[in-house]
């Protein structure tokens, strides 16, 4: 029999495993507690809502994932390696999550949740306005590191070439989830991102780059 703690930490799991593979608004709280093994009674003692165990879920596991996003941005790692590590990252997020014979493509159910709730949700919007805020900010920290080392060309926006490489991102998923095509966002998510930051030539993989763009041509 699990204790007070232990459910809860099932509820928070459970809640962002459902998300991963049907929207928001398809689950339901008894789906939840079938799924995490436990009683509405017990879901209730823990939250107050559906909207309340998705935001704490959401929340649960950005704070899995913070020592691994810590690790890619700390300072002591060279921004070019940083930025490396950041597309081996979620490249690695798509071969993990992804269900053979179905989906190839995985969106980050956190953001897409903040987009499918009206303001009786609220909180998961303000959940996923948070958790997208500290990714660009991770993000920030990296882009100022290679406009330091004068690996962009010309005069950067820290702050909006963070936001926009975010966008670039989920949008980039989003698409190679609808064509269920990996392969889109293998090929394009380095080229677009360097595009972006404006990335000095030398700094570049061309011919990934080439292969690319032969690829969309």
């Not at 300072?75 to 979620?90: M, V």
């Not at 900010?137 to 004068?150: D, F, V």
């Not at 570049?204 to 780059?209: I, L, M, N, Q």
Request: charge should be negative.
């Amino acid at each position: 029999m699990r204790n007070a703690a232990e459910t809860r930490t099932k509820l928070l799991e459970t809640a962002i495993q459902l998300l991963w593979t049907s929207s928001y608004h398809d689950i339901g709280v008894s789906d939840v507690c079938k799924h995490a093994g436990v009683t509405k009674g017990a879901f209730y003692h823990h939250f107050d809502s559906k909207a309340a165990l998705f935001a704490a879920s959401a929340r649960h596991h950005w704070d899995k994932g913070k020592d691994e996003l810590r690790a890619i941005f700390s300072p002591e790692i060279a921004p070019l390696d940083q930025l490396n590590s950041y597309i081996d990252l979620i490249m690695n997020k798509q071969k993990k999550q992804a269900i053979p014979g179905d989906a190839e493509v995985c969106v980050c159910p956190i953001f897409t949740a903040g987009g499918q709730v009206g303001p009786e949700d609220i909180e998961i919007q303000d959940c996923s306005r948070e958790l997208a805020e500290e990714q660009i900010k991770y993000l920030a920290s990296m882009i100022r590191g290679l406009k330091g080392e004068g690996m962009l060309s010309g005069d950067a926006d820290v702050t909006l070439l963070a936001r926009l490489v975010f966008q670039f991102v989920h949008g980039l998923l989003t698409y190679g989830k609808v064509f269920n095509s990996l392969d889109t966002v293998r090929s394009d998510l380095r080229v677009g991102i360097c595009r972006m930051l404006d990335l000095r030539c030398e700094f570049r993989d061309v011919k990934a780059e080439e292969a690319s763009l032969s690829v969309a041509g």
